[in-house]
């Protein structure tokens, strides 16, 4: 079993940033990838960004290429989601996810085995 804790959500204003931090514990020792995904009122869980275990291979959707970054500190079993330039559209429910399957996708939610309960990311304009 692998526990994930996000931190970080909040509110900020059109063009500010915030740091969303997910903390692994349980089962880390096992190679994982990690993805982050959002959920926003009434719509689908959709994918934002992704990272393999070596850091090697990183993904993005398109709306947030240029603005988020994702990175991971594997000593301390974290990963990060830098979102600089933030809009409205970005308001959502921030989730991060753990895959252990090495051939699954990670640009799609089926693809991830263990899930955190999220944190609320606010944009005003």
């Known amino acids: 079993q692998v526990q994930l804790l996000e931190t970080g959500g909040g509110l900020v204003q059109a063009g500010g940033s915030l740091r969303l931090s997910c903390a692994a514990s349980?089962?880390?020792?096992?190679?994982?990838?990690m993805g982050w995904f959002r959920q926003s009122s009434g719509k689908e869980r959709e994918f934002v960004a992704a990272?393999?275990?070596?850091?090697?291979?990183?993904y993005y959707r398109d709306s947030v290429k240029g603005r988020f970054t994702i990175s991971r500190d594997n000593a301390k079993n974290t990963v990060y989601l830098q979102m600089n330039t933030l809009k409205p559209g970005d308001t959502a429910v921030y989730y991060c996810?753990?895959?252990?399957?090495?051939?699954?996708?990670?640009?799609?939610?089926?693809?991830?085995?263990?899930w955190g309960q999220g944190t609320q990311v606010t944009v005003f304009s």
């Open positions: 990272i393999t275990l070596s850091g090697g291979n990183i």
């Open positions: 996810a753990a895959s252990l399957c090495s051939r699954c996708t990670l640009l799609a939610g089926g693809g991830y085995e263990y």
């Open positions: 349980g089962r880390t020792s096992s190679s994982y990838a």
